[in-house]
Nanobody, 123 residues
Framework: QVQLVESGGGSVLTGGSLRLSCTAS????????MGWFRQTPGQEREGVAV????????DYADSVKGRFTISRDNPQNTLYLQMNSLNPADTAIYYC????????????????WGQGTQVTVSS
């Protein structure tokens, strides 16, 4: 069955870095665009970064541009999110997701989701 498993979350101080990973199985990973989303209690899930199936095209939320980098390793079925210069506003549960078409930063329409990994940034 389809599985997306996130890892790499944790607690850091403002200005710190984390690298999230998402390992995929059960579907043709290289055919899907992938994305990272995040959610805090009482808020809608928001798109953080997305990447095309071939890894060439990326898009980022304005709030993370210049600080976060999304990448993928297709032979290893793995998605990454390098997060630098973290601040408390980045605190959230981070989810990876997979979609075949129209892979924008909106959370609707993404077919596969992981369980999420908590990122906490304290000042």
């Amino acid at each position: 069955q389809v599985q997306l498993v996130e890892s790499g979350g944790g607690s850091v101080l403002t200005g710190g870095s984390l690298r999230l990973s998402c390992t995929a199985s059960g579907f043709t990973y290289r055919a899907f665009c992938m994305g990272w989303f995040r959610q805090t209690p009482g808020q809608e899930r928001e798109g953080v970064a997305v990447i095309s199936s071939d890894g060439i095209s990326t898009d980022y939320a304005d709030s993370v541009k210049g600080r976060f980098t999304i990448s993928r390793d297709n032979p290893q079925n793995t998605l990454y999110l390098q997060m630098n210069s973290l601040n408390p506003a980045d605190t959230a549960i981070y989810y990876c997701a997979a979609k075949l078409f129209n892979c924008g930063l909106r959370a609707d329409g993404w077919g596969y989701w992981g369980q999420g990994t908590q990122v906490t940034v304290s000042s």
